[in-house]
Antibody, heavy 119, light 110 residues
Framework: QVQLQESGPGLVKPSQTLSLTCTVS??????????WSWIRQPAGKGLEWIGR???????NYNPSLKSRVTISVDTSKNQFSLKLSSVTAADTAVYYC???????????WGQGTTVTVSS | QTVVTQEPSFSVSPGGTVTLTCGLS?????????PSWYQQTPGQAPRTLIY???TRSSGVPDRFSGSILGNKAALTITGAQADDESDYYC??????????FGGGTKLTVL
């Protein structure tokens, strides 16, 4: 059974780059026709799709975040990562990684990790 | 940018049936939008209920069903139970690899 676990700093200073990693266990990140997604949720608010990557390296990003987002994959480590540059307080949220299919942005989700942007 | 709309809140009596909807600020939802539905309780990650309009995720009871009703996607819960009290989110595929979530519906069972 595939499981996902987010990791990374819980506190990031404004204007810096937020970096998170999602480690996939219980299966190979390269197997099957899956995308690997990042989704976030500010406290008390709704979900926001950030973007996804295919194991080929092909990516899609939320147009509203595209200029600041980079998602990458490391198949040798069974991990994929998120970088969000020039962060502000508005980027404070719980960040989830998820396995995605062609017909959904997430079927298996990580537990989420809280990132706070503050000086 | 197109907005995905959901009822902010809804209530249902125990044992009752409720239908939550997912629409577009402009246009109609069809199966081509691959609507998915998620259930989320406080402090927990979302749980996948329905994907591709009406396919139940593994382990999801058949009390939950998805459909297209008129110009919206719909999630119907029959025989509502106390632990169905949650936030429910829909998400639609907008093309070019992009997904947009609705604002969520807070369902109260009372």
């Amino acid at each position: 059974q595939v499981q996902l676990q987010e990791s990374g700093p819980g506190l990031v200073k404004p204007s810096q780059t937020l970096s998170l990693t999602c480690t996939v266990s219980g299966g190979s990140i390269s197997s099957g026709s899956y995308y690997w997604s990042w989704i976030r949720q500010p406290a008390g608010k709704g979900l926001e799709w950030i973007g996804r990557i295919y194991t080929s390296g092909s990516t899609n990003y939320n147009p509203s975040l595209k200029s600041r987002v980079t998602i990458s994959v490391d198949t040798s480590k069974n991990q994929f990562s998120l970088k969000l540059s020039s962060v502000t307080a508005a980027d404070t949220a719980v960040y989830y990684c998820a396995r995605a299919g062609i017909s959904s942005p997430g079927d298996v989700w990580g537990q989420g990790t809280t990132v706070t942007v503050s000086s | 940018q197109t907005v995905v709309t959901q009822e902010p809140s809804f209530s249902v009596s125990p044992g009752g049936t409720v239908t939550l909807t997912c629409g577009l600020s402009s246009g109609s939802v069809s199966t081509s939008y691959y609507p998915s539905w998620y259930q989320q309780t406080p402090g927990q990650a979302p749980r996948t209920l329905i994907y591709s309009t009406n396919t139940r995720s593994s382990g999801v009871p058949d009390r939950f069903s998805g459909s297209i009703l008129g110009n919206k996607a719909a999630l119907t819960i029959t025989g509502a139970q106390a632990d169905d009290e949650s936030d429910y989110y829909c998400v639609l595929y907008m093309g070019s690899g992009n997904w947009v979530f609705g604002g969520g519906t807070k369902l109260t069972v009372l």
